[in-house]
């Protein structure tokens, strides 16, 4: 072979090999058989070629092409480039989903009910769904409609945080939490010391009265009350007894002239004592020398 000729074949192989490499590198498989598919976006989100596309997660081709639908205007057609024998049920939808990155990728959403599918060449309808971003993006006003409100609530809070009251709050909060330790501590000391000295007391406490409640039962209530009755029943009588001028007891209580003869009784022994206190010579004679015959004095 001439010089020209090996040049040749090997500038081939080589542009050969370089265009397998690029698509190799985008996922284009060439060898193998594919099927070509269309969706249909009004907005495609910054979708490239060669963005992936998934079914319930797993790749099962790319994105070959997109164009613009001068046909329709606002609308782009996104060729995809499917596994030759997946089959996408009628229904089936092309989702755009946008990715924390940045980044979009397109997942199809198959119609699992449906028995009918489309033929490689149709055209499916996209959705778009902005994920994150999209959820970002309709939180932002009213974000925005809450900045004043927040502003005034930070400048309530700064008002309050500068109010002495707080402050003084605040020590007495450090203060009864020091008298809350304290009492922390005195009540495990009590649980620790007294407590098991009170619990041993009151067991033996307890222990007392199951022995006072074991006498107890031994005790014979009704001959018991029987005596308590015939206690009340003497002691009835003896009243009786006593209010009562029949007997010699109730002569002494009830006659009156007892009582007045006592008293003349009394009155007399007071007028002697102090008669014998005026002239006790009427009544003692002591002398050294031997007794006088008394004179009859009055």
Do not use: C, W
Not at 73 to 93: F, W
Not at 237 to 244: D, E, H, M, R, V
């Amino acid at each position: 072979m001439k010089k020209e000729v090996q040049i040749g074949l090997i500038g081939m192989i080589a542009i050969a090999l370089l265009i397998f490499g690029i698509n190799y590198l985008k996922g284009v498989r060439m060898f193998q058989a594919s099927s070509y598919y269309y969706v249909e976006f009004t907005n495609i989100n910054g979708l490239a070629v060669s963005s992936p596309v998934f079914a319930s997660g797993y790749k099962i081709g790319l994105v070959r092409d997109i164009e613009y639908n001068h046909a329709k205007p606002g609308h782009v057609v996104v060729e995809v480039e499917l596994d030759d024998n997946m089959n996408i049920p009628q229904g089936s939808k092309g989702e755009l989903v946008s990715e924390m990155l940045g980044t979009v990728k397109m997942n199809l959403l198959f119609n699992l009910e449906s028995q009918t599918y489309y033929q490689p060449g149709d055209t499916l309808p996209g959705i778009v769904n902005n994920g994150l971003m999209g959820v970002a993006e309709g939180i932002m006003p009213k974000v925005e409609q809450l900045m004043p409100k927040m502003d005034s609530i930070l400048h309530s809070l700064n008002q309050l945080l500068a109010n002495p009251a707080l402050t003084a709050t605040l020590e007495n909060t450090e203060k009864l939490t020091a008298n809350l330790d304290v009492t922390t501590r005195q009540l495990n000391k009590l649980m620790q010391n007294d407590l098991p000295q009170l619990t041993g007391r009151m067991i033996t406490i307890a222990d007392n009265f199951s022995v006072i409640s074991e006498n107890l039962k031994g005790i014979n209530y009704a001959e018991t009350f029987q005596k308590i009755d015939s206690t009340l029943y003497n002691v009835q009588t003896l009243t009786n007894k006593l209010n009562s001028k029949d007997n010699t007891v109730g002569l002494l209580f009830n006659d009156p002239t007892l009582y007045n003869n006592l008293s003349a009784t009394t009155a007399n022994a007071a007028s002697l004592f102090e008669d014998l206190q005026a002239h006790p010579k009427r009544y003692v004679h002591f002398s050294l020398f031997g007794r006088k015959e008394k004179a009859n004095n009055k």
